[in-house]
Nanobody, 123 residues
Framework: QVHLVESGGGLVQAGGSLRLACTTSGRTFSTYAMGWFRQAPGKEREFVAG????????YNSDIVKGRFTISRDNAKNTVYLQMNILEPEDTAVYYC????????????????WGQGTQVTVSS
């Protein structure tokens, strides 16, 4: 079992930045690919970014490409989502997920999920 905890959400003005973090306990973090997803009110959950187990491969959705960056620090059991040039359309609950392989993140989302952190971007 992997227990994921997101943090770093909040209220920010359009054009601003936030950095989300997702941490887990235990020694198995480096054996999981990680992903970030988001869900806005009334909309389906959507993929934001994914990263391989060692961080060598990353994928971003087209809607955030060039603005958001996913990274990880396996020594700290943490994956990050740096979000720049935020837009009101980025308002959503952001979730991190974990899966043994990045292909699972990209195709089905992940095997484990955090509780989410709210990001609100004001215009």
């Amino acid at each position: 079992q992997v227990h994921l905890v997101e943090s770093g959400g909040g209220l920010v003005q359009a054009g601003g930045s936030l950095r989300l973090a997702c941490t887990t306990s235990g020694r198995t973090f480096s054996t999981y690919a990680m992903g970030w997803f988001r869900q806005a009110p009334g909309k389906e959950r959507e993929f934001v970014a994914g990263i391989s187990r060692r961080g060598g491969m990353t994928y971003n959705s087209d809607i955030v490409k060039g603005r958001f960056t996913i990274s990880r620090d396996n020594a700290k059991n943490t994956v990050y989502l740096q979000m720049n040039i935020l837009e009101p359309e980025d308002t959503a609950v952001y979730y991190c997920s974990a899966a043994p392989d990045l292909s699972v993140i990209l195709t089905s989302g992940g095997d484990y999920w955090g509780q989410g952190t709210q990001v609100t971007v004001s215009s």
